[in-house]
């Protein structure tokens, strides 16, 4: 049932009563159960669970890359219930940076062109201040004129999260960014998200099966079979 | 960023690029190669027409103009109109085809001169026999025919007696009785047209009136000028609907080599579609993608297919010169190009709305 709550506009993401069920033939996967869960502004809140525990499900769907089957979702105060198609598109370009376990740079452009498609899919015309600082921290600035393969996996997901960054997003949402690194390059990319947490404030929400990873976070609430409980 | 996007992707997959280009540029050459080989011979035609210098035209009445391949005109009305006042020189010709798209003139050379004034022969001289052969210099070139060989036409040896430049009535010109004879338009004498020499060139559109009005719709006079402007596609209603076959045959070619591309690329790049919907594509941006690439794939075909058709040009008016006159026609470029856009956006349409509706999770899971 969806409740007739509001968000308070103080997180930026709230989630209630949210489920998603996917129907497999004749069978009903509950993929999420009720999900409640509050992401204050600034927070680096890890979401830990097994495989098949529906922590994807709430990435996709808080990305906006799915509708919930029920429930209601707050993005920086927008109701993500009744959303188009379009406008949950919009909803991305504007607030969520992804950072995906496989990196997802286009093999076909180079660093520089793929941070600069992600500038150019959501309508801004130039980097926004500071994203040079942030470059400079990610160690990618004499990087940014090779294509993807020609980088370390490190480098890749280190791309791909200044790719996220570039729009300025209310909200990075990360998904096992560590999960195809080795230690050295997993230890490096999480100090950034957790240096990006503290510098600039940047709401990240990261999705983990690794409790060493979670522990990064300010919080961490783990999923398990579609239901929310505290770490 | 997106252009820059659509020609990475395109350099990314080059061998494929080429060969979807290669086949579209085949397709354009294809068009561009069969258009210039009708106006080729349209113009080879309006030039003989010009270079047997006649001023007036008597041909069947009500006849197309390229229908002139067989006896429908009795000779008996030659020496009527050659008394005619201002009619200088009225000449037979019998025309029958003997090659795809050549034919043999029949007609007596001496008569033939007191319209086109003296004959010059590249080589050998005016026929001396019954079976006597004048063949025209591209005939000569491309069948390595020298004055004295024996040539089979009509089923009947013919001595080539002499080669005389392109453009004068036709590539074979032989005695006008002998060919009666072998076509059975001896008895009675039967011919395709008359030639008519004025004594007053300015006075030809009063004496086709005029003689429209004596022959009384038995046979229609036509002015030199208006005989040569029907040598266009317009006029023949079987050309028009050739070259819209050929047209419609391109633009299924360019859409089925374009679709199959698109539909591979589609489906290769499923994951990057997904990155691109991740990253706040909307459907109509992804579409948008596909067309560019279609676009420039068109493009890059159809240049290759312009200068894939001056080699083809270049080709047959080396070895097929007689049989085959090519010629440039510019003015079907933007017609062709816009032909193979067509074929190209069509063949993008269905793997573009594919790839603009796929699901982005889906997408994203692709391996």
């Not at chain 1, 062109?113 to 926004?128: E, K, T, V």
């Not at chain 2, 009500?62 to 006042?85: C, D, E, H, I, W």
């Not at chain 2, 391109?250 to 990057?272: I, W």
Request: proline content about 5%; some cysteine; glycine content about 8%.
């Amino acid at each position: 049932m969806v409740s007739a709550e509001k968000s308070s506009g103080l997180e930026m993401i709230r989630v209630r009563g949210l489920t998603k069920t996917y129907h497999a033939g004749d069978v009903d996967v509950h993929a999420l159960r009720g999900v409640d869960l509050d992401v204050a502004r600034g927070e680096f809140l890890a979401i830990i669970g097994p495989s098949g525990s529906g922590k994807s499900t709430l990435f996709n769907i808080l990305g906006g890359l799915t509708p919930p089957t029920d429930g209601q979702v707050w993005i920086d105060g927008v109701d993500l219930r009744g959303l188009s198609e379009s406008q949950r598109t919009e909803m991305r370009q504007r607030k969520i940076g992804f950072v995906f376990q496989k990196y997802n740079l286009l093999p076909t452009l180079t660093a520089r062109d793929n941070i600069a498609l992600a500038q150019n899919l959501s309508h801004r015309n130039a980097p926004p201040p500071g994203f040079d600082e942030i470059l400079q921290m990610l160690g990618i600035k004499d990087r940014l004129g090779r294509r993807p393969r020609a980088l370390s996996g490190g480098e890749q997901q280190r791309v791909a999260i200044a790719r996220a960054l570039v729009t300025q997003p209310a909200i990075l949402l990360a998904d096992e960014p560590t999960g195809n690194l080795d230690t050295e390059n997993s230890v490096a990319v999480l100090n950034i998200l957790r240096d990006l947490n503290m510098r600039n404030r940047q709401t990240i929400l990261m999705i983990t099966h690794n409790p060493e990873a979670a522990a990064y976070a300010d919080r961490i609430v783990a999923i398990r079979d579609g239901e929310m409980h505290d770490a | 960023m997106i252009n820059k996007l659509v020609l990475e992707n395109l350099k990314a997959r080059w061998v494929r690029t080429f060969l979807s280009a290669l086949v579209v540029g085949v397709q354009v050459m294809s068009i561009l190669t069969l258009i210039g080989l009708s106006d080729g011979l349209l113009e080879q035609s309006a030039n003989r027409a010009k270079g047997s210098g006649a001023d007036i035209f008597l041909k069947p009445g009500a006849q197309n103009t390229f229908s002139l391949s067989s006896g429908q005109v009795l000779q008996k009305f030659v020496p009527l109109v050659a008394k005619q006042p201002h009619v200088a020189a009225a000449v037979p010709v019998l025309i029958v085809p003997v090659q795809v798209v050549t034919s043999m003139n029949g007609v007596d050379l001496t008569e033939l001169e007191r319209v086109t004034g003296r004959i010059r022969f590249l080589e050998g001289g005016p026929p001396k026999g019954l079976d006597d052969l004048l063949v025209d210099e591209y005939y000569a070139k491309q069948n390595k025919v020298r004055v004295g060989r024996t040539v089979r036409m009509l089923n009947h040896d013919w001595r080539v007696c002499g080669v005389i430049p392109a453009g004068l009535l036709g590539r074979f010109i032989v005695p006008l009785q002998r060919l009666q004879q072998l076509t059975g338009n001896a008895e009675p004498a039967r011919i395709s047209q008359i030639l008519i020499k004025l004594d007053d060139p300015a006075l030809v559109n009063q004496e086709v009136e005029y003689l429209n009005q004596l022959l009384k719709g038995n046979l229609q006079a036509i002015s030199m000028s208006a005989f040569v402007s029907q040598f266009s596609m317009n006029s023949i209603p079987e050309l028009k609907a050739f070259v819209g076959v050929i047209t419609v045959i391109s633009v299924v070619v360019g859409f089925l080599v374009v679709f199959l591309s698109m539909y591979t690329a589609v489906v290769e790049r499923t994951r990057e579609i997904g990155i691109l919907k991740a990253l706040g594509a909307k459907p109509l941006t992804i579409l948008d993608i596909l067309v560019r690439e279609a676009i420039i794939l068109a493009i890059l075909g159809w240049i290759i297919g312009l200068g894939l058709s001056f080699a083809a040009k270049t080709i047959v008016m080396t070895f097929l010169p007689a049989s085959l006159p090519v010629v440039t026609v510019p003015d079907w470029w933007p017609i062709a190009a816009a032909i193979a856009i067509v074929g190209a956006l069509l063949g993008a349409v269905y793997p573009g709305l594919k790839a603009a509706r796929q699901d982005a999770i889906e997408a994203l899971a692709y391996e």
